[in-house]
């Protein structure tokens, strides 16, 4: 007979969540990335473009994180209570972008016009900004609920779905020029990376999280936004389809990674604190503390 | 959740540990136990308002664990060892009672002491003697029996507060001794781990007193729940107390003087005035033998009895005429010698410890140990007083309380002394707030200290020392453990006697004794019988503990589940546990700890639902076992004189006693006894059944809080505390020597040395080096202290097996392992969960490292009693334990026949594989 | 209209953990699950250091972001101030665990029992399934507040009607009641002391006070 004998964890500083794995994670990248792919595709549509296959593409990108998340909950069954709470949960929200999403992306596939290709870009992006703010109001998790965190998910999405777009222009030469959307959303997302990083810096943040993003942080400025910019410029320089795509591959990789990173790595819980130490007796108080904290935070907790 | 169709809620207690009794209820639903819950029928009544520990919680566990032992059980396999499966086969009741009978009628007819003159059953009891709380009638057989045997510790001695136990009752009948929380405003803790061990009542004292604004300095080497709620925290040397203790005495006798004291007190209730002669000894009345004191308003020395005397407290003075008497009678005569009074040399005694020559010894700041002393004396706000129940007593709401391993083994006389002697100089001892005793154990009778009181010689109250006179000294020890022999002031008075001797030799005497010996060979006990103990995990070097229980001829254990000691038995019987049988116990009066009540009477543990398996009732297989053996009448007697019971059953007015000639039902045995206990506390106005308790749990009529205080009691019998000045043990140590000695037995000399009347400091932690190099080891090597400290969740009851206990236990620091001291740690290389040996010079423990800030650099502490082999659950907990690496040897052993928790230790990391090696 | 909340005076807590034991028993919570518990807080370098302990919980916030997130309305806020988890609509999304800053929820997946893969007998009467894949935390003992509204009983006074943890705690340190009543218990606690709450700056709200001096 075995028992199960639970081993002490530290249960006081911040600890990587446990209950969002890499399904989780996968909507997050892969309904990302797939939201953005369709708004994009919907601007080219807007062009007289034919995008389905990238539209396919953008709503089986969603689809597939909709069921990695399906495998994760724990009661798979009765999913359909999702769109219960559309009042305030994001979530419902997210949810309830989705079936129209599908029905207007199937529409468009169906009938090739641009109208519900656009209808399916604006929900991609409404899926995507939905994604953002679930993070955003995950209170318990201080890298997502910090302010600039929404703008940092929101612009990889955006840049993997032209990452994407260049990559296409492998198979689909005509879409290179997309590479200077490419350059552009790079550098936006750079931004919003910079400025995140800094503001959980100086606000404070679970060592533990600030941790796992700056391991990301050279190569993601570097390797997943920089290079891939300069690629795209010169890909648009050189006219050269085949370094778009290589540019587009790296801001996709540099972008999932890095909400890889944000829901498995950086999603530290808040943790503990005490402003106050309680007073034994005729003792005295001590300083707050808030364990598992940068020491920025810490000096402000006390 | 389906709704249950019946749910009851049983009232019962829980005295797992010597914290308790605690009230409960426990939940039955479909007559199946669900939940612990207070019982608040009791708020009222029980200090900790009906409450129970975090322990309690465990009961259903322990009840349903499916590892229990559900049927008796014989061992198959003749070989015993740790590496041998015992082959345990289920036998029916019938067969397993049979056995133990047919032992118990061999033994009868063969004599009940062995050719060494001791008892040939021996028994076994755990924690603190609260297996008497859950064994029913099975002390009205042993009492039937005859001899028996309690020396095989499972701790007892050493893992108590042994010396405080000895020395408190001796001087204030304080068996345990205790702040008076409830009055309290300022208590120094020297490793008094109360918040952790002092059960619901202390922890809500306590805590009352904190909210209230009283100021707790915790001393201690690390940072235990009590330090931690603490004001203050002073992280001491291991074992170095007694300097610290010595020196608050200092600067409250040297720096402050006797103006600042508690004069009345000392001149009135101490034997601070007794004149003491060039030889150490009392001066005495010539004539008389009384102990002369020098009377200020005659101006001459008189015996201390003298009506209208004003004594001196200090000052030496001439005296005319005067006599002294020594060890063996031995007779001074002195003319014009000149006599110090007690406390005269007390403060002559005490001037060399001031607080900075403690700094040196107890790496303790001079000012800080300066500081607590005179905050000490502050608070002991002296002249002041308080009204209860309409007298009028001294208020003097200050106390030092020591723990475990301060107040046993070497060092531990000079703390219990001093701490003593802190009360008495500021008048707190026995007085409202201050330090009290809380119970009597080496003195009758048990539920009442105030009746233990009576004069005695030399204006003290009555002792029962074990005699060292020539004609009475026990030269053939009764028992194994010598404790009539060796240790006179644990006496031979009352039941308990025997088990608070040296527990330890009565282990390391059956495979060798000292060169000298000069006494019977001991032999193995043909029968031991072992409840609620497990001394191959509780004591110390378990591994050579549990390879002599393994040679033992016949073991008998009242297993809960198989563990380390019952490994080594040949039957196994099942008892019903906890919730599930029946029996009645006193409540109020007096208990261990901080348990003073404000009410006393019984409380019933009843049968909440039905045993598992084929478990039985205590009681069953006690009068089974008493009539197969052939002792019916006599156990039945026994009932009737109230052993096992709270009263007699039969007494005036009143006669419930059982017909001797007839096997009782366990039920009719606890209503009578139910019945002669409400009609006695009650004094004859209410006769209640078993039924009635088993409907309301307790009864109760209330308890005058001026029984808490012993000193209006020794006022009433013009009684004198034996403080400061310890005369009596200084002419007790010498006599013993002298029958030592006569018999060319030397192996107990250095334990002679502690019998002084007034206490130094020697080097106690260099004890411990000692004994390392004697042991042919490096001192260098050992680097570290090694100690442990209680658990709330594990501490007694056998809880290690307790998944429950396991996992509300991983929420307090240190349960994962060794705790050490996090900057130590880094400089060994060691990080928060590496896996560690802790080694000494007899071998090593393993566990995860635990780094904290909460503790000494030169000190590791390892939680609670672990390194279990075979205990189901705990044996996969791969938790490391002291016990498995302290020696057991006679250089560590006290005057009291006790020693501490402490062993040198070298620590490192190791993977794995090292411990597979190993 | 009442505010259902919890005092704890951590001057008195001693981190027995006597509460988390009674709430796994009240509760039958699996093993691993623990809907309260006593932290151990260590702060501080030696020789100059602190231990706190606090009992932390679902805080009942007034303001909770578990409600707000959870997409089912599985989790509500009562009137009286209880959060609650409807177990029949919980999805098992673990969005509300990622909401709250007290680590006071989870999901068990499996069934767990003490020893072994076999409950015991008090483990069986109490299983229940449907708090499988699904959101748990504590629930302030709600059975009992309801039949406190029932029977007219004062939770935090009356036994029967006031949450295990506060029962059994026997430091005396958690007090429960209403704050809207200013004779009650704990308003009458927290205006003679000095508390805070958890991440205040968080802005939820929540019902349980920490006590750490007197005014």
């Known amino acids: 007979m075995s028992t199960q004998l639970p081993q002490s ?67 798979p069954w009765r999913a359909l209570n999702t769109f219960r709470h559309f009042g305030s949960s994001w979530m419902t929200r997210e949810a309830s972008v989705a079936p129209l999403l599908f029905a207007s992306g199937l529409l468009a596939l169906w009938s090739g016009e641009a109208l519900p290709a656009i209808t399916t870009g604006v929900l991609g992006l409404a899926f995507l900004y939905a994604q953002a703010r679930i993070l955003a109001a995950d209170k318990g998790i201080p890298a997502w609920r910090h302010p600039r965190c929404r703008p940092l998910v929101v612009a990889t999405g955006l840049t993997e779905g032209a990452g994407l777009l260049a990559c296409a222009s492998v198979v689909a030469p005509a879409l290179w020029p997309v590479a200077w959307l490419l350059a552009l959303l790079a550098g936006v997302r750079l931004l919003a990376w910079q400025r995140y990083l800094a503001a959980l810096n100086q606000d404070g943040a679970p060592a533990g999280a600030l941790k796992a993003l700056h391991r990301i942080d050279a190569e993601f400025r570097w390797g997943g936004n920089a290079v891939p910019a300069v690629l795209a410029l010169l890909a648009l320089a050189t006219a050269t389809p085949l370094l778009a795509a290589a540019a587009g591959a790296l801001a996709v990789i540099a972008g999932w990674r890095c909400k890889y990173t944000l829901v498995c790595r950086a999603a530290y819980t808040q943790g503990f604190a005490l402003p106050k130490l309680p007073v034994r007796g005729r003792g005295k108080s001590g300083a707050g503390v808030k364990p598992g904290w940068n020491d920025i935070s810490r000096r402000v907790a006390a | 959740m389906s709704q249950a169709k019946t749910v009851k809620h049983v009232p019962t207690f829980c005295y797992n540990c010597v914290s308790g009794p605690d009230f409960m209820k426990v939940k039955v639903e479909d007559g199946v136990a669900t939940e612990v819950e207070p019982n608040f029928d009791a708020e009222d009544v029980h200090p900790a308002r009906g409450r129970v520990c975090v322990k309690a919680y465990g009961l259903v566990q322990k009840t349903y664990n499916p590892n229990r032992i559900r049927t008796p059980m014989k061992r198959t396999n003749p070989k015993k060892g740790r590496d041998e499966d015992p082959g345990f086969v289920p036998i029916s009741w019938d067969e397993a009672l049979d056995l133990v009978a047919a032992k118990l009628k061999d033994i009868r007819a063969r004599g009940l002491r062995d050719a060494a003159g001791q008892p040939r059953v021996a028994v076994s009891l755990g924690h603190g003697g609260t297996p008497a709380n859950y064994l029913g009638t099975f002390p009205a057989l042993l009492s039937a029996w005859g001899p028996i045997d309690y020396s095989f510790g499972s701790g007892q001695g050493v893992k108590c507060v042994h010396s405080e136990h000895l020395y408190g009752e001796f001087w204030h009948r304080g068996f345990t001794v205790a702040g008076d929380t409830p009055n309290a405003r300022y208590v120094i803790a020297v490793g008094a781990n109360v918040d952790v061990t002092g059960g619901p009542c202390a922890v809500l004292r306590h805590a009352d007193a904190r909210v209230r604004g009283y100021k707790r300095v915790q001393v201690e080497p690390h940072l235990t729940v009590t330090g931690a709620c603490s004001a203050e925290w002073v992280p001491i040397r291991p074992k170095t107390d007694p300097a610290f203790l010595f020196a608050l005495i200092h600067v409250l006798v040297r720096e402050h003087g006797l103006a600042q004291l508690d004069l009345p007190f000392l001149r009135d209730r101490t034997a601070s005035p007794y004149l003491v002669g060039p030889d150490g000894l009392y001066l005495r009345d010539a004539d008389s033998d009384k102990p002369l004191l020098w009377d200020e308003a005659s101006g001459k020395a008189v015996a201390h009895d003298t009506p209208g005397v004003v004594p001196a407290v200090a000052g030496r003075y001439r005296v005319a005429r005067a006599a002294s008497v020594d060890a063996d009678q031995a007779r001074r005569e002195y003319a014009d ?74 060092g531990a006389y000079e703390c219990c002394w001093a701490r003593t002697v802190l009360a008495v100089l500021v008048g707190a001892l026995e007085n409202p707030g201050g330090l009290v005793g809380t119970t009597v154990r080496l003195n009758r009778p048990q539920d009442n200290r105030h009746l233990s009181v009576k004069p005695g010689e030399d204006g003290f109250m009555v002792q029962y020392f074990n005699p060292t006179d020539k004609e009475h000294w026990q030269t053939e020890p009764a028992t194994r453990n010598l404790h009539q022999t060796l240790v006179p002031i644990v006496g031979h008075n009352a039941a308990w006697s025997q088990a608070l001797g040296p527990t330890q030799l009565a282990w390391m005497f059956q495979n060798e004794r000292p060169a000298g010996w000069d006494m019977p060979t001991p032999n193995f006990p043909d029968l031991w019988i072992v409840y609620r103990s497990n001394p191959a995990i509780s004591f110390w070097d378990t591994k050579n503990l549990a390879a002599t229980a393994a040679r033992f001829p016949y073991m008998v254990a009242f297993a809960y589940t198989v563990d380390e000691t019952s490994h080594m038995a040949d039957l196994l019987l099942p008892e019903a546990t906890d919730l599930e049988s029946t029996q009645m116990i006193r409540i109020g009066g007096t208990k261990y700890m901080e348990q003073f009540w404000d009410h006393k009477g019984v409380v019933l543990r009843q049968s909440a639902v039905e045993p598992q398996g084929d478990a039985r009732d205590f009681t069953w297989i006690t009068t089974e076992l008493a009539k197969r053996s052939g002792l019916l009448t006599p156990y039945v007697e026994a009932l009737n004189r109230g052993v096992s ?51 309301h749990g307790f009864y109760a009529v209330p308890m005058s809080r001026l029984e808490w205080y012993l000193t209006p009691t020794m006022e009433r019998q013009g009684l004198r505390y034996e403080l400061p000045y310890q005369e009596r043990l200084l002419r007790v140590g010498r006599e013993l020597g002298n029958r030592l000695h006569e018999h060319k037995m030397n192996w107990w000399d250095e334990q002679l040395s502690e019998y002084t009347a007034l206490p130094e400091w020697h080097d106690v932690p260099a004890r411990w080096v000692r004994n390392l190099e004697k042991a042919g080891a490096t001192a260098a090597d050992f680097p570290f202290w090694l100690l442990t400290t209680k658990s709330m969740q594990y501490h007694a009851g056998g809880n290690a ?21 996090a900057k130590t740690a880094a400089g060994l290389g060691i990080r928060e969960g590496d896996r560690i040996e802790v080694r000494s010079h007899i071998g090593a423990t393993y566990g995860k490292a635990a780094l904290v800030q909460g503790i000494r650099p030169d000190t590791l502490v390892i939680i609670g009693q672990f390194d279990h082999w075979a205990t189901p659950v705990a044996k996969d907990l791969d938790l490391p334990s002291l016990n498995t690496i302290a020696p057991m040897t006679l250089d560590l052993t006290d005057a009291t026949g006790s020693g501490a928790d402490i062993v040198r230790v070298a620590v490192r990391r190791v993977d794995a594989e090292a411990k597979a090696a190993a | 209209m009442k505010r259902y909340v919890m005092a704890i005076d951590l001057r008195r807590c001693v981190g027995c953990q006597t509460c988390t034991a009674a709430c796994k028993t009240t509760n039958a919570t699996p093993p691993g699950v623990q809907w309260r518990r006593v932290l151990d807080l260590e702060s501080g370098e030696f020789p100059d250091v602190r231990r706190s302990f606090v009992p932390v919980a679902c805080m009942h916030c007034a303001n909770p972001p578990c409600e707000e997130v959870c997409p089912t309305t599985a989790t509500k806020k009562r009137a009286d101030g209880l959060v609650t988890i409807d177990y029949d609509i919980c999805i098992g999304c673990a969005n509300c665990i990622m909401a709250c800053p007290y680590e006071a929820r989870s999901i068990q997946h499996e069934a767990r029992y003490a020893y072994g893969d076999q409950p015991m007998a008090s483990e069986a009467a109490r299983f229940d399934p449907d708090r499988l894949g699904v959101a748990t935390k504590c629930t302030f003992c709600k059975d009992r507040i309801d039949l406190a509204a029932r029977t007219g009983q004062v939770p935090g006074r009356d036994p029967e009607v006031t949450p295990a943890c506060v029962n059994a705690c026997i430091s005396g340190a958690m007090h429960f009641g209403d704050l809207e009543d200013a004779a009650s218990n704990v308003s009458q606690l927290l205006a003679q002391t000095e508390h805070f709450r958890m991440h205040e700056e968080l802005g939820t709200e929540p019902s349980v006070y920490y006590i750490w001096d007197r005014k």
């Open chain 2, 801 to 821: 097996g307790i998944a429950l206990m396991r996992e509300v236990a991983l929420n307090v620091r240190g349960h994962t392992g060794v705790i050490m001291n």
């Open chain 2, 337 to 410: 010698v000149e006599g110090a009074t007690a406390y005269e040399m007390l403060s002559a005694h005490i001037a060399k410890y001031t607080p900075e020559w403690a700094e040196t010894i107890c790496d303790v700041p001079a000012a800080t140990i300066r500081r607590i002393a005179e905050e000490y004396l502050e608070a002991a706000s002296i002249g002041a007083t308080i009204e209860i129940e309409g007298q009028t007593l001294p208020l003097r709401p200050v106390a030092v309380t020591l723990g475990k391993s301060v107040n046993n083994g070497w």
């Open chain 1, 9 to 75: 964890p530290d249960r006081i500083s911040p600890r990587q969540q446990g209950n969002w794995d890499w399904r989780a994670a996968s909507n997050f990248i892969a309904g990302g990335s797939g939201g953005g792919l369709l708004l994009w595709s919907a601007l080219i549509a807007l062009q007289g473009g034919d995008v389905r296959l990238l539209q396919a593409a953008g709503l089986a990108l969603i689809a597939a994180g909709l069921t990695c998340v399906w495998f994760e909950i724990g009661r």
């Open chain 2, 645 to 695: 019971g709270v009263a007699p059953l039969k007494g005036e007015g009143y006669d419930f006693s059982l017909d001797p000639t007839q096997e009782p039902v366990p039920e009719k045995v606890w209503d009578a006894v139910c019945r002669a206990a409400s009609v006695t506390i009650s004094e004859g106005r209410e006769e209640l059944g078993l039924d009635w308790f088993k409907e």
